[in-house]
């Protein structure tokens, strides 16, 4: 017995043929005449001006950015390490999975800042920063506590950190270098 519809190669390549010839035989006409210009439409009416915003806050975005500190340092007997702390509150687990932590220390004087990023190593003098939820720790190796010069009352090294939110719109026609506080101080707007 066979099948009244059967479908075979050869028919198959036939009707590929049919197709291929149909679509190339196809020739597109000559375009036509250009239509003529349209008359101009009339101008719609003028939309109601919004409500003018609040002024915001100058250059600092979501940027939170402490004052000077003045922090004395603890020895801890067993390591020999000198440490402060310092809570934040904002340093949340979040915040440390996507936010920056920067903390400066001044070396000079109020009136005349010598100012550097931490990690700060000079000769075997070292301050590290460590980042944990809620703190801020500074670990050195040497006494690095806030001193007050008896003669003139001037305090050397203070510090300030700059929490940098991960969710802050970041421009990116301005290349920032964090390390470097002049730049940073600019970029934000920061007040000493």
């Not at 600092?60 to 067993?78: I, R």
């Amino acid at each position: 017995m066979k099948r009244t519809k059967q479908w075979s190669l050869r028919h198959f390549f036939y009707y590929m043929l049919a197709v291929a010839l149909t679509v190339t035989a196809c020739k597109k006409g000559d375009p036509g005449p250009q239509g003529e210009k349209g008359d101009k439409g009339d101008t719609g009416a003028t939309g109601a001006n919004g409500a003018t915003g609040g002024k915001g806050d100058p250059g600092t975005a979501n940027v939170l950015y402490s004052d000077w500190l003045d922090l004395g340092y603890s020895l801890d007997q067993a390591s020999g390490i000198y440490f402060t702390q310092i809570d934040e509150p904002k340093l949340t687990d979040q915040f440390l999975t996507t936010g920056e932590v920067k903390v400066y220390i001044n070396l000079g004087s109020q009136a005349e800042k010598i100012v550097s990023v931490l990690p700060y190593r000079s000769g075997n003098a070292q301050i590290t920063p460590f980042f944990i939820e809620g703190l801020i720790e500074l670990d050195a190796n040497v006494n690095a506590s806030t001193a007050t010069d008896p003669s003139t009352g001037a305090k050397f090294r203070q510090y300030r950190y700059i929490l940098i939110p991960g969710g802050a719109h970041v421009r990116r026609e301005t290349k920032v270098d964090w390390n470097n506080y002049s730049e940073v101080k600019a970029y934000l707007g920061l007040k000493d």
